[in-house]
């Protein structure tokens, strides 16, 4: 399962990038919006700058029209950029288009298996169920993420799976187990990923015992 990173805050991603275990970013405009005062299209450039890999960015428009314009724009920016669209039946019009000029999408704000569905009938490159916010609704976002895995599967669909909306590091490891392609997490639930206290114990007692070898 490849990780993402969710967030459009460079200087993670200039971490992250440098720990040398994401390989793309996505974002949205509530991620964008905390970014305050920095134009979108540079804070997106930017971020195709310090990541090799795709860069999920969002368009807001809610007509076909819109969403193609925004997204013709964005992809001419970089090409890691892929376009992220809410699955709606103007959404899903967009995608089909938008497969067909070769830019690639991201359906988001998926709840369901029957919306994945749609999403990759419609051409998406990527679906994005968002398992913390099923949680949320107390369903158990992991079993959505299971029932669109097995249908992806029967069908052999091409469309990626990202496991979105990880809230802690038990829903990443929920998605790598069901297969997920890949699990895009907060930049908090990644450096907690790193942590088990056995390391840092182990690493202590270690470099004790390595002072002893030096002292003779
Ligand atoms: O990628 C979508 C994700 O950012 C949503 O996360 O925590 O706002 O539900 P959250």
Redesign the pocket.
């Known amino acids: 399962m490849e990780i993402y990173l969710?967030t459009a805050n460079v200087d993670e991603i200039r971490e992250a990038v440098d720990w040398g275990v994401i390989s793309g970013v996505?974002t949205?405009p509530?991620?964008i919006a905390k970014e305050s005062g920095r134009d979108f299209h540079e804070i997106i450039k930017e971020i195709c700058g310090l990541v090799q890999g795709p860069v999920s960015a969002e368009a807001v428009s809610l007509d076909v029209e819109g969403i193609l314009r925004e997204a013709r724009e964005l992809a001419a920016l970089n090409p890691h950029i892929v376009i992220k669209i809410p699955v709606t039946e103007n959404g899903l019009a967009a995608v089909k288009v938008l497969s067909s000029e070769g830019i690639r999408t991201n359906v988001?704000l998926v709840f369901s298996p029957l919306q994945a569905l749609l999403a990759a009938r419609a051409g998406a490159t990527y679906v994005?169920p968002?398992i913390?916010?099923i949680d949320d609704t107390g369903q158990d976002g992991s079993d959505v993420l299971a029932d669109i895995m097995d249908i992806f599967r029967n069908y052999q669909l091409e469309t990626k799976v990202i496991a979105?909306?990880i809230?802690h590091p038990r829903h990443v490891l929920e998605a790598a187990r069901l297969g997920a392609d890949i699990a895009?997490v907060?930049f908090k639930v990644l450096k907690t990923m790193f942590r088990h206290p056995l390391t840092d114990h182990g690493i202590e007692r270690f470099l004790a015992d390595w002072e002893k070898v030096i002292k003779g």
């Open positions: 969710d996505t949205n509530t991620l988001t994005s968002f913390g916010r979105a909306s809230r895009t907060p």
